[in-house]
């Protein structure tokens, strides 16, 4: 298959990994364990969930964003020498 057709470069598919793996790391660090009926747990309020997690997940958003929006270099080139 000609590499032509696609419609991102090795670039974009490698900035989209990245910004997955940012998103996973976000709801990674947004778990834990959650109160009960029986127990309050105060660390469900915590920062790290409240504050830090939810933007490290909204940085991995925009980011992954940017990959799909961004124009490789390589595809450029390669559409000026076809042309």
Known sequence: ???RNFAFGRTNFILLAVGMAIVIIGFILMAGSGSSE???NPEIFSARRIKVAPLV???GFVSMIYA?????KDKEEKVNDAA
């Open 38 to 40: 029986q127990a309050y």
């Open 1 to 3: 298959m000609d590499k």
């Open 68 to 72: 799909v929006v961004h124009k490789s």
């Open 57 to 59: 997940c909204l940085f």
